[in-house]
């Protein structure tokens, strides 16, 4: 989800952490960020330089900033995967059913306008024809999905994450949704295992969140804890240029 939530935010002062990971070179992709905590997602790193082409290669970046350095983009293979699960979850749901009827397990499962029941909820559950892209530069992250016919414009949206204002989550359980907002009130709201496709987008993005928290980007606890910030020395950095500008 993107949009401008708010108006935009005057520039704040910009203080540099010899304490935190550097920046890197928008150009070089160096030094590159150590790998951030929380990371659940695949080990590859989800691209290859090597290969170029539309389907391929990197995704064009927002305009007016530095090339992609690493991206991850959704393939047929796993979207196929994700409705088959889909599938099998609703399928063992109407046999579970059926034993609470006093029926034997599966009796659901022998008619058939309850395939199509499940064969329609799978898809909406899954979305497997939906094909999404992300992508990150050395300060910026892109998201985007493939237009379909009946969008009329491109579904994407990007962030700067060294110029975060706000930095939220909201849920509980699996289902914590991060929201965050930059100064030009562009909005990133995804849940964490979604920005955790490619290790080096996760470890870029990490990074500038790191920087927007010890620069005093708005934080609640829920978004401390869901991205062990604790473990890091931005929360000290923060409070002691709290203090100073106090």
Not at 55 to 67: A, Q, S, V, Y
Not at 132 to 161: E, N
Request: charged share 20%; net charge neutral.
């Amino acid at each position: 989800m993107a949009g401008q939530h708010r108006r935009k935010t005057p520039q704040r002062t910009w203080h540099e952490f010899p304490q935190l990971p550097p920046r890197p070179n928008p150009d070089t992709d160096e030094p590159l960020p150590p790998h951030a905590p929380g990371y659940s997602g695949p080990d590859h790193p989800g691209n290859n330089p090597r290969l170029a082409g539309p389907m391929f290669g990197p995704p064009e970046p927002p305009p007016g900033t530095g090339p992609c350095l690493a991206w991850h983009r959704d393939d047929i293979t796993g979207n196929i995967r994700r409705y088959i699960v889909a599938l099998a979850i609703l399928a063992l749901g109407s046999s579970v059913l059926s034993l609470l009827r006093g029926d034997t397990f599966g009796d659901a499962l022998t008619y058939w306008p309850v395939w199509i029941v499940i064969v329609v909820f799978a898809y909406l559950m899954s979305d497997p024809l939906t094909f999404k892209t992300m992508s990150a530069g050395a300060d910026w992250l892109q998201w985007g999905t493939r237009k379909r016919w009946y969008h009329r414009t491109p579904r994407t949206g990007h962030i700067k994450f060294y110029d975060l204002v706000s930095i939220t989550a909201s849920g509980s359980g699996i289902t914590i949704y991060l929201r965050l907002e930059d100064t030009e009130g562009n909005v990133l709201h995804r849940m964490p295992h979604a920005l955790q496709q490619n290790r080096h987008i996760w470890d870029l993005l990490y990074n500038g969140i790191l920087h927007s928290v010890a620069n005093g980007a708005e934080i609640d606890n829920l978004a401390i804890k869901t991205l062990h910030l604790e473990e890091t020395q931005a929360l000290q950095l923060r409070r002691q240029i709290s203090t100073t500008d106090d």
